[in-house]
């Protein structure tokens, strides 16, 4: 059986960072908004994270299938790793 992390995001006070926390936004960050699939700003808080099986109770084609038949919204951009990565050390996980 295959596992993802996930992260939890929000659209919410994407404004304040906390530790452990990173933003997508469409004004700094064009490309990796756009490769991340969002329709808003959205902060990841990477102290939340959740191991799920990757089958059909977590995951689903959503409906019209737009990004095929594979349930992914989007991808992490390489120019966000790094921010990533160091929201990640400031857990301390």
Do not use: C
Not at 12 to 37: C, M, N, V
Not at 74 to 85: D, E, N, Q, W, Y
């Amino acid at each position: 059986m295959i596992f993802v992390s996930v992260a939890f995001g929000t659209s919410q006070k994407t404004d304040r960072l906390y530790s452990g926390e990173f933003r997508i936004s469409k004004s700094e960050h064009p490309a990796a908004y756009t490769s991340a699939g969002l329709s808003y700003d959205t902060k990841f808080d990477l102290r939340k994270v959740l191991e799920l099986a990757f089958n059909d109770d977590y995951f689903s084609v959503p409906p019209h299938a737009p990004q095929g038949q594979i349930p992914k919204l989007g991808t992490l951009h390489p120019s966000l790793v790094r921010i990533a990565a160091t929201a990640f050390a400031a857990t301390g996980k």
